[in-house]
């Protein structure tokens, strides 16, 4: 991905009053993001608030100040302090005001939101629609943000989806059965592929890759001549296969008389979990990067990292649908799976 060159809009009020919220679906590594937020403030001599339960505590105005030692012994935690919640309000032109207003009576200059696609978006409304600075800090395991190599939670959770197939396979060894295990990934497959090579699957399904069930049966048989006696296949739950993971099953076991089928979903194992020191050192970085931002008078950004490089990338740039591609990766997972 090569670093994006953008004109960025800057302000001319200075920052004072720093507000942080976290939005969307908890991230390991989301309390390190908030704790660096906290404490560039305090290194900056601004004043830092948190907002409780993401927007919907914006607009129920569950704002409290916070310093330097309200975020002690959190960087090790997963999950986020401040909670998370969607709100329904907040997709309203009602409820963005009733957060704005809630914004001037704190006295707060400027938002550093944390979050996924859908939280840049309600962040770049209230921004366009009140003329209030907004920053992003890209926070979701999904790894689907465009304009940053890496989503603060997504290596956490690649460890985690490895560490679970690595347990499945050995029951699956044990047996001679074949596991179809389902990921997170409804329309991104960075999980899925990345943690099937590592955890060395025969197969991985992703919504990018529409490979179809009759290649997967083919590829199947293939195993099976060459001594294969078990199998993982990883699925993320986007697949377009057009069958969900307990169907793909079903579909397997009536065509593959060879094998013994099993399906395991890892569901929602993949978010918890104290974050990987990847993540937790780059939600460091993003989180001062986004009181700098803030502090040069950035505004409607996101505050990305692009070969190691803190970058900033427009709100708009990062809601854009990603474009780089996975051949490279596919290739490796077709020639290691042989």
Same mark, same amino acid.
């Given at each position: 991905?090569?670093?994006?060159?953008? =004109?960025?809009?800057?302000?001319?009020?200075?920052?004072?009053?720093?507000?942080? !919220?976290?939005?969307?679906?908890? =991230?390991?590594?989301?309390?390190?993001?908030?704790?660096?937020?906290?404490?560039?403030?305090?290194?900056?001599?601004?004043?830092?608030? /948190?907002?409780?339960? /993401?927007? @919907?505590?914006?607009?129920?105005?569950?704002? @409290?100040? !916070? *310093?330097?030692?309200?975020?002690?012994?959190?960087?090790?935690?997963?999950?986020?302090?401040?909670?998370?919640?969607?709100?329904?309000?907040?997709?309203?032109?009602?409820?963005?005001?009733?957060?704005?207003?809630?914004?001037?009576?704190? *006295?707060?200059? =400027?938002?550093?939101?944390?979050?996924?696609?859908?939280?840049?978006?309600?962040?770049? #409304?209230?921004?366009?629609?009140?003329?209030?600075? %907004?920053? /992003?800090?890209?926070?979701?395991?999904?790894?689907?943000?465009?304009?940053?190599?890496?989503?603060?939670?997504?290596?956490?959770?690649?460890?985690?989806?490895?560490?679970?197939?690595?347990?499945?396979?050995?029951?699956?060894?044990?047996?001679?059965?074949?596991? !179809?295990?389902? %990921?997170?990934?409804?329309?991104?497959?960075?999980?899925?592929?990345?943690?099937?090579?590592?955890?060395?699957?025969?197969?991985?399904?992703?919504?990018?890759?529409?490979?179809?069930?009759?290649?997967?049966?083919?590829?199947?048989?293939?195993?099976?001549?060459?001594?294969?006696?078990?199998?993982?296949?990883?699925?993320?739950?986007?697949?377009?296969?057009?069958? *969900?993971?307990?169907?793909?099953?079903?579909?397997?076991?009536?065509? !593959?008389?060879?094998?013994?089928?099993?399906?395991?979903?890892?569901?929602?194992?993949?978010? /918890?979990?104290?974050?990987?020191?990847?993540?937790?050192?780059?939600?460091? #970085?993003?989180?001062?990067?986004?009181?700098?931002?803030?502090?040069?008078?950035?505004?409607?950004?996101?505050?990305?990292?692009?070969?190691?490089?803190?970058?900033?990338?427009?709100?708009?740039?990062?809601?854009?649908?990603?474009?780089?591609?996975?051949? #490279?990766?596919?290739?490796?997972?077709?020639?290691?799976?042989?």
């Amino acid at each position: 991905m090569s670093v994006i060159t953008i =004109a960025l809009v800057t302000m001319t009020k200075k920052v004072e009053n720093i507000a942080v !919220l976290t939005s969307g679906g908890d =991230a390991p590594g989301m309390n390190a993001a908030i704790r660096s937020v906290v404490r560039a403030c305090s290194y900056y001599k601004l004043n830092c608030f /948190g907002v409780f339960k /993401g927007y @919907e505590g914006l607009i129920n105005n569950e704002i @409290e100040e !916070l *310093n330097a030692r309200s975020v002690r012994n959190i960087i090790n935690k997963g999950g986020t302090f401040l909670k998370s919640a969607r709100s329904q309000e907040f997709r309203t032109k009602e409820g963005r005001e009733k957060a704005y207003k809630n914004l001037l009576k704190n *006295n707060i200059d =400027a938002l550093v939101v944390i979050g996924g696609d859908g939280s840049f978006t309600g962040a770049l #409304k209230l921004s366009e629609e009140f003329d209030f600075p %907004v920053v /992003g800090i890209p926070g979701t395991i999904d790894n689907d943000i465009n304009g940053t190599d890496y989503t603060i939670g997504y290596d956490t959770a690649l460890n985690t989806v490895v560490d679970a197939i690595d347990k499945i396979r050995d029951t699956a060894s044990s047996h001679n059965r074949l596991f !179809l295990i389902e %990921v997170m990934g409804r329309d991104a497959g960075d999980i899925a592929l990345n943690a099937g090579i590592g955890a060395g699957a025969e197969e991985i399904l992703i919504p990018e890759e529409d490979m179809g069930v009759e290649r997967l049966l083919d590829s199947l048989r293939k195993s099976k001549k060459t001594g294969k006696t078990s199998s993982i296949i990883v699925v993320a739950e986007g697949d377009k296969s057009g069958k *969900n993971i307990f169907e793909l099953g079903e579909y397997v076991e009536e065509n !593959l008389d060879d094998y013994e089928v099993r399906v395991s979903v890892l569901g929602h194992i993949q978010r /918890g979990g104290a974050p990987s020191c990847y993540d937790r050192v780059l939600a460091s #970085k993003l989180g001062v990067g986004a009181v700098e931002a803030l502090i040069e008078g950035k505004r409607e950004v996101m505050i990305g990292i692009v070969h190691k490089e803190v970058t900033i990338v427009t709100l708009k740039t990062a809601l854009e649908k990603r474009t780089h591609k996975h051949d #490279k990766l596919i290739k490796v997972a077709d020639i290691t799976s042989v």
